[in-house]
Nanobody, 129 residues
Framework: QLQLVESGGGLVQPGGSLRLSCAAS????????IGWFRQVPGKEREGISC????????IYADSVKGRFTIARDNAKNTAYLQMNSLKPEDTAVYYC??????????????????????WGQGTQVTVSS
């Protein structure tokens, strides 16, 4: 059973950067597409980025496009979310999630929470001066 654990959250000033990591255990990430989501109290969980299992496809929400970069290192069984030019409105709990793909789905990427089978526990990101 695939398990995902996020790390790298914390407190950062506006304009700063953080890199979140999503470490997998129990199974390989080779056939797993990875998404990053965030949630603030009282709001629905928002899909902000996804990288396909092939690594060849990525998508971003408009709110983070140009500032966040998703990546994966299958050799380390880890995915990342590099967050630059952070804004106070980026404050949220960030989650990584995964869904298993077949060979024909290796370039698929999705932002809907319902598509994902595996979830991490979340890491808090706070952007404040």
């Amino acid at each position: 059973q695939l398990q995902l654990v996020e790390s790298g959250g914390g407190l950062v000033q506006p304009g700063g950067s953080l890199r979140l990591s999503c470490a997998a255990s129990g199974s390989t990430l080779d056939n797993v597409a990875i998404g990053w989501f965030r949630q603030v109290p009282g709001k629905e969980r928002e899909g902000i980025s996804c990288i396909s299992s092939s690594g060849g496809s990525t998508i971003y929400a408009d709110s983070v496009k140009g500032r966040f970069t998703i990546a994966r290192d299958n050799a380390k069984n880890t995915a990342y979310l590099q967050m630059n030019s952070l804004k106070p409105e980026d404050t949220a709990v960030y989650y990584c999630a995964g869904f298993t793909t077949t060979f024909f789905m290796r370039h698929n990427c999705r932002r809907e929470t319902s598509s994902y089978d595996y979830w991490g526990q979340g890491t808090q990101v706070t952007v404040s001066s």
